[in-house]
T-cell receptor, first 113, second 114 residues
Framework: DQQVKQNSPSLSVQEGRISILNCDYT??????FLWYKKYPAEGPTFLISISSIKDKNEDGRFTVFLNKSAKHLSLHIVPSQPGDSAVYFC????????????FGAGTILRVKS | KAGVTQTPRYLIKTRGQQVTLSCSPI?????VSWYQQTPGQGLQFLFEYFSETQRNKGNFPGRFSGRQFSNSRSEMNVSTLELGDSALYLCASSLISSFGTEAFFGQGTRLTVV
């Protein structure tokens, strides 16, 4: 039972354009969401997070949008750079989960120069 | 400030053997969580330790166990290894054990069971 779903296994974008990565969740108890980036042979690196009391959070080129009614969040990267090519994981957390993060399967982003 | 350190980086074991993986969290962090990553499955939560106590446990068989020492270092043990245990095992450390806390990951231990 996948509570966090990233339905696009991969995404290819031209350098300078916008990358949009999507994530859906089913558990309404989730109220904190995170995005991690992972390069091969490295551990995941925290990118950006959002609490359910917000619908948008911005950090430089990265913006996360949350639509609670649709149980959907997205990560926008503008402008995309070749160094952004990596696997992006969406993760969810809730008060009853403590530190446990529930991850999606990941989306491979390729930014072409 | 040193990051999360996992040892060893790579391991090859035979079916039926047991294995112990080690994780040293960021200095001052008291929570250590373990995750298993397999292709196409994302990261699956194994368990979390805080102040030497298991706080949370995922849906893995009892062959998977862990512990945490007084210096917050943690070990994970897998007994009676199966081929399906081949995966990247990731350790994450957090300052506290609380919802909404950012987790910092190590580079992982790549376990191959043959």
């Amino acid at each position: 039972d996948q509570q966090v779903k990233q339905n696009s296994p991969s995404l290819s974008v031209q350098e300078g354009r916008i990358s949009i990565l999507n994530c859906d969740y089913t558990n309404s108890m989730f109220d904190y969401f995170l995005w991690y980036k992972k390069y091969p042979a490295e551990g995941p690196t925290f990118l950006i997070s959002i609490s359910s009391i917000k619908d948008k959070n911005e950090d430089g080129r990265f913006t996360v949008f949350l639509n609670k009614s649709a149980k959907h969040l997205s990560l926008h990267i503008v402008p995309s750079q070749p160094g952004d090519s990596a696997v992006y994981f969406c993760a969810a957390n809730g008060m009853e989960y403590g530190n446990k993060l529930v991850f999606g399967a990941g989306t491979i982003l390729r930014v072409k120069s | 400030k040193a990051g999360v350190t996992q040892t060893p980086r790579y391991l090859i074991k035979t079916r039926g053997q047991q294995v112990t993986l080690s994780c040293s969290p960021i200095s001052g962090h008291r929570s250590v969580s373990w995750y298993q990553q397999t292709p196409g499955q994302g990261l699956q939560f194994l368990f979390e330790y805080f102040s030497e106590t298991q706080r949370n446990k995922g849906n893995f068989p009892g062959r998977f166990s862990g512990r945490q020492f007084s210096n917050s270092r943690s070990e994970m043990n897998v007994s009676t290894l199966e081929l399906g245990d081949s995966a990247l095992y990731l350790c994450a450390s957090s300052l506290i054990s609380s919802f909404g806390t950012e987790a910092f990951f190590g580079q992982g231990t790549r376990l191959t069971v043959v």
